[in-house]
């Protein structure tokens, strides 16, 4: 793998490739379905226009097992010039016969690039995954290098907010508040008071897409922020296609959510000496929803390590999702995990320091809590 020594050097290099991209190629952006997968999607799919004066194809995936599901033989008969790959840990020695590179921001191991799919992710030379930036910050400062006038910020800073990264990208919240003022109206930006404020909403619009609707439902809102690019308010009031769609999609998930918050005192279980809280997901139609649910009750405990679960009786499995409030609770889960891994071997799953989603067979859930409870009482 060609080694990277900082952002600047990524971003160089990526833009010597896609400066190569001619208005006659056919160019496919394969992403991420959250909110950082989509808004990269669609600061990309605006670089690729302005550059080649055709719009790309976008094609969301939930994740790398993705990739090993057919997908890179639909690519190859589609018969793409380059296929760009954002926020995913795929290995380009999984991709051949395409053309393009990959941009992510995950811990990875064991990746070998070729010269015509690169591999670009800032761990690569930062090992604090605390300072790793997200993929949309990287495709924001990528498009206003090459298009300096294009006012998209606010795009940027919905995936910033989502991989909660707000704290290491502030320059990306100055360029919102001198561009769309209207959004951010706070003096101290920070993780917690972005949230807090209206932007927040902007990100709960956004990740609604895909918990609605799945991988189709993050392709509404990538086409939403691309129709709104230049008026948000048109995106946040749903004035237009897609963004109407979105909003939609958004008031079912919000007020599916409001009684998650109502109930979570009387079913949860609170575990007040190691302050964690494990809350079962009541059965719902709306997916990813151990995600959205883990966000919003660590935004209401911020002392309180949060575990929502959702249980698959058919697979026998419990899937989690797992929170914290970075800027108040100093516990690494990625370290927790690994550590209870090594116990239980039906234990998958990964992520970041304050968030990751794992899950386990059903029978090894009780140890598993009382595992968890013990590493955490490590902090």
Not at 147 to 155: L, M, Q, R, T, Y
Not at 240 to 258: C, G, I, M, P
Not at 309 to 329: A, F, G, P, Y
Request: with cysteine; aromatic share 10%.
């Amino acid at each position: 793998m060609k080694k990277t020594k900082n952002l600047s050097d990524i971003f160089e290099q990526i833009e010597s490739i896609m400066k190569k991209f001619k208005k006659d190629d056919r160019i496919c952006v394969v992403h991420h379905d959250d909110s950082d997968g989509s808004c990269s999607s669609a600061l990309f799919y605006t670089t690729i226009y302005n550059l080649t004066e055709n719009y790309p194809d976008i094609i969301p995936i939930r994740g790398p097992n993705d990739i090993r599901k057919g997908l890179v033989s639909k690519l190859k008969t589609l018969n793409y010039d380059y296929v760009i790959f954002l926020d995913i840990t795929a290995n380009p020695e999984d991709l051949v016969g395409l053309k393009g590179f990959v941009l992510d921001h995950h811990i990875f191991k064991d990746i070998e690039e070729r010269d015509d799919m690169r591999y670009f992710n800032p761990c690569e030379f930062e090992k604090d995954d605390e300072k790793v930036v997200p993929t949309s910050y990287m495709c924001y400062k990528i498009l206003i290098d090459l298009f300096p006038d294009e006012k998209v910020a606010w795009i940027g800073g919905i995936g910033i907010t989502e991989d909660h990264r707000v704290d290491i990208c502030k320059d990306v919240f100055e360029n919102i508040k001198k561009e769309n003022p209207e959004l951010l109206k706070i003096e101290n930006i920070n993780q917690k008071n972005i949230e807090k404020s209206f932007f927040g909403e902007l990100w709960d619009m956004v990740r609604s897409g895909r918990m609605i609707k799945g991988t189709e439902g993050s392709k509404t809102a990538v086409f939403a922020l691309v129709e709104c690019k230049n008026r948000p308010d048109k995106f946040i009031n749903g004035l237009t296609q897609h963004s109407s769609a979105l909003r939609n999609f958004y008031e079912k998930v919000k007020y599916r959510t409001d009684g998650v918050l109502g109930e979570i005192e009387r079913t949860g279980e609170f575990y007040k000496k190691e302050k964690v809280i494990f809350y079962e997901s009541p059965r719902t139609q709306i997916k990813s929803a151990t995600s959205f649910f883990s966000d919003k009750i660590r935004q209401k405990y911020t002392e309180w390590v949060i575990c929502v679960t959702n249980i698959d009786k058919k697979n026998n499995q419990i899937k989690m999702s797992i929170r914290l409030e970075q800027t108040v609770r100093q516990v690494d889960l990625v370290s927790i995990l690994d550590n209870i891994k090594k116990k239980i071997d039906s234990l998958k799953g990964g992520g970041h320091r304050s968030a990751v989603g794992a899950f386990l067979n059903i029978d090894d859930y009780e140890e598993f809590k009382k595992e968890f409870l013990n590493e955490v009482s490590k902090y």
